[in-house]
């Protein structure tokens, strides 16, 4: 796995510097929780351009093209893949398809959406996050080969991951053991599992790719959001025992999403009137809906279930309170 030089960094965008032995052939771009890794997947001999596996939050779009631009060393971009289309793996696509015209691959699901560039059907007007319109000219097949950027990319296969997103997938080398993958499983977890939040069944999902994944042989996971790691066993034991707290309290799946939700829009507003945040909550679809179904029909009690949500985002250090706003921390 390469690592690369620092070109102007911030605490949103650190290089991942682990090298590990035999599994080169990959450059991760360790990123904040804002905007998702990216990786880029380098071509086999006798080939040219890399493929780079999500890019990241609109917000740092400019950033993201520039790191991308000098882990490849001057060499090209031969496609993008999304892992997902979550605002926080495809906010670069945009920017990075004007830089360099690569074709982009997504997962299957979401292509007529795309199309259309429906923010319903896409979650974005759901959530209120903001994504930069793209165009995908191709998509994955779960369970083959990977093939994007009009080429089969040696070793790396696509796996259905449904769970956190009902279209999710995972890349996966069984030559070198390396599984890139998404928010299905992070060193101490997973990403929401926003099929329960709009009303579907989704911790079955969960499990059974948490299953095919114990399944395989893992050496190195690199997941969407946090640094590689080796011990996969621990951290599919941390999955599943979160996954089972979830399952027996619905109520506790629920304050994350809230409190997840929230921080990210504080992520991407840097900061905002205090005053304005149950506005946003009642305007902001999947947000209101948490608030309606734990707090129930009286406006203010639901609203009141918001809010201590977010004294306790500032009470662990996610947010703070000056002067009258909330602060991003």
Not at 42 to 63: E, F, I, R, S, Y
Not at 65 to 80: C, D, K, N, T, Y
Not at 174 to 191: H, K, P, Q
Not at 213 to 242: C, E, N
Request: hydrophobic fraction near 45%; include cysteine.
């Amino acid at each position: 796995m390469r690592s690369a030089g620092n070109p102007g960094l911030t605490q949103n965008a650190t290089m991942n510097a682990q090298t590990l032995d035999g599994l080169g052939g990959l450059t991760v771009l360790e990123r904040g929780w804002l905007s998702s890794n990216n990786i880029l997947i380098h071509p086999a001999p006798g080939q040219k351009g890399a493929l780079l596996v999500d890019t990241g939050h609109v917000n740092h779009a400019a950033q993201t093209l520039a790191l991308v631009q000098h882990a490849l060393g001057g060499q090209p971009l031969a496609g993008i893949v999304n892992t997902h289309l979550h605002s926080d793996h495809c906010g670069g696509n945009a920017t990075l398809q004007r830089a360099f015209a690569a074709p982009l691959c997504i997962p299957p699901g979401h292509a007529q959406a795309v199309a259309a560039w429906d923010e319903q059907q896409l979650s974005y007007r759901a959530t209120g996050q903001r994504v930069d319109r793209f165009v995908a000219s191709q998509q994955m097949v779960p369970g083959q080969a990977l093939q994007a950027g009009g080429r089969l990319w040696p070793g790396w296969q696509v796996l259905a991951a449904p769970g956190h997103d009902p279209h999710s997938v995972m890349l996966f080398n069984e030559g070198t053991g390396v599984l890139l993958s998404a928010d299905a499983l992070w060193g101490n977890g997973f990403g929401v599992v926003f099929p329960e939040v709009e009303g579907e069944p989704g911790f079955d999902d969960v499990e059974a790719v948490l299953n095919l994944i114990a399944g395989l042989p893992v050496k190195v996971v690199v997941p969407g959001h946090g640094a590689p790691f080796t011990d996969v066993a621990a951290a599919l034991d941390r999955a599943r025992s979160r996954l089972a707290a979830f399952r027996a309290s619905p109520e506790r799946h629920a304050r994350y999403a809230f409190k997840v939700l929230v921080k990210y829009h504080l992520m991407e507003e840097g900061a905002m009137a205090e005053e304005d945040l149950m506005p946003w909550a009642r305007a902001t679809p999947l947000v209101a809906a948490l608030m309606q179904a734990q707090g129930g029909v009286d406006a203010a009690a639901n609203e009141g279930w918001g809010r201590a949500l977010v004294d306790e985002l500032v009470a662990q250090g996610a947010a703070a309170r000056q002067g009258g706003r909330l602060v991003d921390a």
